[in-house]
């Protein structure tokens, strides 16, 4: 099954307390990112490319516990390639032809 590129772009916040907190990000069940959030008072733009057979794709981010935090995903979408975002987190990657 041939795969496509799609470069899928999310407004990552975190508010937090102590310890900086780690999250993950992931793909269906497939961790596809592990992170530490070091800042205070700013936003990220995460940047996941993923290659993958044209479907469905649950997209997930979670604290790594013990935290004392607060993860606000928001403003998901496909930057580049055939894809669109779907309630906020679920990408479907289709075919153009």
Do not use: H
Not at 19 to 29: A, E, I, K, Q
Not at 53 to 69: I, K, Q, S, T
């Amino acid at each position: 099954m041939e795969k496509k590129f799609v470069r899928v772009l999310a407004d990552v916040n975190c508010d937090w307390e102590g310890l900086s907190p780690n999250y993950r990000v992931y793909v269906n069940d497939e961790l596809f990112a592990e992170r530490t959030w070091i800042w205070t008072d700013q936003y990220l733009e995460e940047d996941l490319q993923i290659e993958a057979p044209v479907g469905d794709y649950l997209l997930r981010w979670e604290l790594v516990p013990p935290c004392l935090a607060q993860l606000d995903i928001s403003n998901v979408r496909v930057e580049l390639g055939s894809g669109t975002i779907k309630n906020g987190n679920l990408l479907r990657i289709y075919d153009e032809s």
